[in-house]
């Protein structure tokens, strides 16, 4: 595996970095390094063209006016959208999620049209803002353990029949949709709520983005000590009564 090469791709650092979501990439790049991968990190801001050459494709959270930014840029740009028809692996936080679906609702209170990479509309929560600590039980089909982050967005994300939700909460609101449902995927298209960052939290989401990536079943063992000490502080806190 160490002749293997991958190509991480952070998506406008400049405009979609909030909560400490650059941390997901740091996290992918020390994730594939155990494993004795060759890894090239690409840090592509606002004012850049989209490589579509890229295994990996990452996008943070950002504020309501710099996320109209961003998704007015890549939707001039294509870049991601044709990376993503070649198969590459996109995986999109909070705005990002936002960006990658149909629409949403912009900083001035108009529907901004999305990428159409995920079949999901979000709109803007009439009632209070989704705010605090998630657990989530992630699609049984993906094989992951327990999902833990935080949530802080006014989004109401309704998933349509093309996707299917990236897990159901136990605790939090997830979508804001009161069904339980957080984030959503299909194929090799990804998108989530949660921050922390949820790649830090959860390296077994990580994994499995390079996994697929490397199109194989199985990574070699890598130290879990941290992210283990993390979780296990986080899901605590999370559970405690109050």
């Keep these: 595996m160490s002749e293997s090469s991958l190509r991480v791709v952070w998506v406008y650092p400049d405009l979609l970095s909030?909560?400490?979501?650059?941390?997901?990439?740091?996290?992918?790049?020390?994730?594939?390094?155990?494993?004795?991968?060759?890894v090239t990190?690409?840090?592509?801001?606002?004012?850049q063209a989209i490589p579509?050459?890229?295994?990996?494709?990452?996008?943070?959270?950002?504020?309501?006016?710099?996320?109209?930014?961003?998704a007015e840029r890549l939707r001039a740009d294509s870049g991601l959208v044709r990376a993503a028809e070649n198969g590459a692996i996109i995986f999109g936080v909070c705005a990002g999620f936002q960006i990658m679906g149909h629409e949403f609702i912009n900083d001035l209170g108009e529907r901004e049209p999305g990428?159409?990479?995920?079949?999901?509309?979000?709109?803007?929560?009439?009632?209070?803002?989704?705010?605090?600590?998630?657990?989530?039980?992630?699609?049984?089909?993906?094989?992951?353990?327990?999902?833990t982050g935080f949530e802080?967005?006014?989004?109401v994300t309704q998933l349509g029949q093309g996707v299917r939700p990236f897990a159901t909460v136990g605790v939090g609101r997830g979508n804001g949709t009161g069904?339980?449902?957080e984030g959503a995927w299909r194929d090799t298209v990804f998108g989530t709520y949660l921050h922390g960052p949820v790649l830090a939290r959860n390296p077994a989401v990580a994994d499995m983005l390079i996994k697929l990536a490397l199109d194989v079943n199985a990574l070699p063992p890598a130290d879990t000590t941290w992210y283990d000490?993390?979780?296990?502080?986080?899901?605590?806190?999370t559970t405690r009564p109050a």
């Design 18 to 38: 909030t909560y400490g979501d650059r941390g997901n990439a740091l996290v992918v790049e020390r994730r594939a390094r155990q494993r004795h991968l060759n």
């Design 41 to 47: 990190r690409i840090d592509v801001r606002s004012d």
């Design 52 to 70: 579509t050459s890229g295994d990996i494709y990452l996008i943070g959270g950002g504020e309501d006016r710099p996320q109209r930014l961003a």
């Design 115 to 147: 990428l159409g990479l995920l079949d999901v509309w979000t709109r803007r929560g009439e009632g209070a803002r989704c705010v605090g600590d998630v657990l989530a039980d992630v699609d049984p089909q993906l094989g992951l353990p327990q999902l």
């Design 152 to 155: 802080n967005h006014q989004g």
């Design 179 to 181: 069904d339980g449902t």
């Design 229 to 237: 000490a993390l979780r296990a502080e986080r899901i605590a806190a």
